[in-house]
T-cell receptor
Framework: GQSLEQPSEVTAVEGAIVQINCTYQ??????LSWYQQHDGGAPTFLSY????GLEETGRFSSFLSRSDSYGYLLLQELQMKDSASYFC?????????FGPGTRLSVLP | GAVVSQHPSRVICKSGTSVKIECRSL??????MFWYRQFPKKSLMLMAT?????????EQGVEKDKFLINHASLTLSTLTVTSAHPEDSSFYIC????????????FGEGSRLTVL
């Protein structure tokens, strides 16, 4: 089976940097993705790591270590609009399994 | 990026009726679409994988006869909740990939079903 773990909640202030970790146990792992979901909305894609290392996309970066079955999403220069739920997702075969999600609250 | 459209965004129905939710890929062909269910403040639970021209693959514990999935074309998949009951009330979301590889899923807007 597939299982992922994330912290349930994270709180930070505007302008800060926050890291959301994701550990996974899967078979047939293809890559680790990150999605953002605001309340009442659909998830939107943030980043994808198929190989070890850091991927940077603007204020967001994502890291993967396949040997450690671990990854993280790094959000820099936090803004109020970043308050949302963040999900890591593992791709295997043609499917994806989502982590439990981390609710990020950005305070003024 | 690719666009996936889902309709209706909200639906309220009486217990015992059936509800159909449509998921369309607007600017690409999706041989595979995925249907998820999400409870408040919870993660996305994969219900089934919809394959164009063949039967859907359901996840363990998902009732095939209750959640009918049809993927009749490369741009349309439908989920029909049959004989709906209040416990079927949930947020249903479809998604698709543009190709066989890669880590990006494109999601529809989601459909909030309320069964009275």
């Amino acid at each position: 089976g597939q299982s992922l773990e994330q912290p349930s909640e994270v709180t930070a202030v505007e302008g800060a940097i926050v890291q959301i970790n994701c550990t996974y146990q899967t078979s047939g792992f293809y890559g680790l993705s990150w999605y953002q979901q605001h309340d009442g909305g659909a998830p939107t894609f943030l980043s994808y790591n198929a190989l070890d290392g850091l991927e940077e996309t603007g204020r967001f970066s994502s890291f993967l270590s396949r040997s450690d079955s671990y990854g993280y999403l790094l959000l820099q220069e936090l803004q109020m609009k970043d308050s949302a739920s963040y999900f890591c997702a593992v791709g295997y075969g043609q499917n994806f399994v989502f982590g439990p999600g981390t609710r990020l609250s950005v305070l003024p | 990026g690719a666009v996936v459209s889902q309709h209706p965004s909200r639906v309220i129905c009486k217990s015992g009726t059936s509800v159909k939710i449509e998921c369309r890929s607007l600017d690409f062909q999706a041989t595979t679409m995925f249907w998820y269910r999400q409870f408040p403040k919870k993660s996305l639970m994969l219900m089934a994988t919809s394959n164009e021209g063949s039967k859907a693959t359901y996840e363990q514990g998902v009732e095939k006869d209750k959640f009918l999935i049809n993927h009749a074309s490369l741009t349309l998949s439908t989920l029909t909740v049959t004989s709906a009951h209040p416990e079927d009330s949930s947020f249903y979301i479809c998604s698709a990939k543009t190709g066989p590889s890669g880590g990006e899923l494109f999601f529809g807007e989601g459909s909030r079903l309320t069964v009275l």
